[in-house]
């Protein structure tokens, strides 16, 4: 569903700012494999989608449910985008992302 919607909605309804939200939302909510978090990364990293303080939120978290992206990796990412955040929704997306990662020790 994640490539169907990145080949044929996305480009279809870039120009629809409110359709386009929420083609956004449905790539991020259908994001479960390694390529498909590592996407939604590098597109936050390098800005190439303008996406909603929650997007990047739910991006983050996300980006913490990876097996493949080392703590270190995901300490640093979630560190440069919400080490400043003091909002209510900022402190439970840390939350989130560390209650997202897959480590027994965690849980």
């Known amino acids: 569903m994640f490539n169907f919607i990145k080949s044929s909605l996305y480009e279809k309804f870039k120009d629809d700012e409110e359709v386009w939200e929420l ?22 990293e390098n800005e190439t989608i303008k996406f909603s303080p929650e997007q ?4 983050l978290v996300r980006i913490n449910t990876s097996k493949t992206i080392s ?3 995901k300490d640093s990412i979630v560190k440069k985008y919400l080490e400043n955040d003091t909002s209510d929704l900022g402190k ?4 989130k992302c560390w209650a997202a990662r897959p480590d027994a020790k965690i849980k």
Do not use: G, P, R, T
Request: charged share 25%; aromatic share 12%.
């Open 71 to 73: 703590v270190e990796e």
């Open 23 to 44: 083609v956004i939302d449905a790539l991020i909510s259908m994001a479960y494999s390694e390529e498909n978090i590592k996407y939604l990364q590098s597109n936050l």
């Open 92 to 95: 439970y997306c840390k939350l």
């Open 56 to 59: 990047k939120y739910s991006i």
